[in-house]
């Protein structure tokens, strides 16, 4: 029924495409983590998709949700 969500967020930083950072390892202790990473991983582990497109002089991060519909339980969703 197309029900669902996209959102768009912009900056005019430096060219950063987030979706090239490597997802952080999960079997270090948390008090051995390093700082950052675990946001991109929770838009990679519940979006249906996302996208990176660099817009002129800014960073455009595109990420979309359907309604009702859970990610594939172990895997990330098709887009992310």
Avoid at 3 to 27: E, H, K, N, R
Avoid at 32 to 51: E, F, I, N
Wanted: net charge positive; aromatic share 6%; glycine share 14%.
């Amino acid at each position: 029924d197309g029900a669902g969500a996209t959102v768009t967020i912009l900056d005019q930083g430096p060219a950063f495409d987030p979706l090239s950072v490597p997802a952080p390892s999960m079997s270090v202790p948390l008090e051995q983590a390093s700082v950052g990473g675990l946001g991109v991983q929770m838009v990679r582990a519940t979006a249906d998709g996302c996208r990176y497109e660099r817009r002129g002089d800014s960073n455009a991060f595109i990420v979309w949700f359907i309604a009702g519909r859970a990610p594939p339980k172990g895997r990330r969703p098709r887009g992310c």
